[in-house]
Every structure is written in C-alpha cells, then in structure tokens.
C-alpha cells in the first residue's frame, strides 16, 4: 500500500473566510438575543395564540439557528487550520473538552442568573438575555486577534 500524503486544505480567505463567517455568526447572537427581550409586549395571558408573537419567535429562532450553524462550524474549521498537523487531535480533544465542560456549566450559572434576576422582581428577566448577547459581542471583539 503507498503512503498516501494529504496535504491540509486552506480555508477560503477574502470575504466570507471563516474567521468571517464566525464573525457573522457570533453577531447574529446578538439580535436574536435581545429581540427576545421585546417580545414581552405581544403577549397576553388571555390569547392561547398570538401569532404575532409566534412569527417573531420563530424568525428570533431561525436566526439564532442561523449563527449557530455559522459560528460553530467555523470555530471546528478554524481550530483545525491553525493547529499543526501534530497536534490536530489533541487541539480537538481539548476543544472538545472545554465543550462539554461549558454544557455542562451554562445551565448551572443561566440558572443562577435567571433566578436571582427575577428573585425580587420578575422585571428583571432581560438581565440573562443581556449577558448572552455580551457574551457574543465579546467573542466578536475578541476575533479581531485571531491571525
């Protein structure tokens, strides 16, 4: 059998490069994320369905979808250009790790930040909706270093 050398693909450069396609998709977080907060207005304990309400949650969604699927796979592709070839499986390992350690976390500390944000007052439910779009719009400015 020859030994087969596979050289490592270059992800596309220019204009949707995939540090640019994980920035379109970190900021798409971010209305998704506070529109949410909006949407209080359209909903009424006597309406069992309001369809505006469910039109604009279901368009808040497929965006949030949308930056998911953006942001995400360009994070795997990235991780694996810019590791060397030695060190592409550790780099994920690691990676995957650090995924699974933040699914595990995030529910715990959304969980605290939901309750005591409306433990007082129930006004206060924006307060993990804003933490989560920060939370994007720090990973946004922070892909500004990636080279």
Request: aromatic share 10%; charged share 10%.
């Amino acid at each position: 059998m020859s030994d087969l050398i596979c050289l490592p693909s270059r992800p596309p450069r220019g204009r949707f490069s995939h540090l640019a396609m994980f920035r379109i998709g970190s900021l798409l977080f971010i209305p998704a994320y506070i529109t949410v907060i909006l949407y209080r207005v359209f909903a009424n304990s006597t309406d069992e369905g309001n369809l505006v309400l469910m039109a604009a949650l279901a368009v808040s969604t497929a965006v949030r979808y949308c930056g998911s699927t953006f942001a995400y796979t360009a994070v795997s592709v990235l991780l694996n250009y810019m590791s060397p070839p030695h060190v592409v499986g550790i780099a994920n390992g690691i990676a995957q790790s650090i995924v699974s350690l933040a699914r595990f976390l995030g529910p715990i500390i959304g969980g605290l930040l939901w309750s005591t944000s409306v433990q007082d007052n129930p006004n206060g439910y924006p307060i993990g909706f804003l933490v989560c779009a920060g939370a994007c719009a720090l990973a946004v400015a922070h892909s500004f270093f990636i080279r």
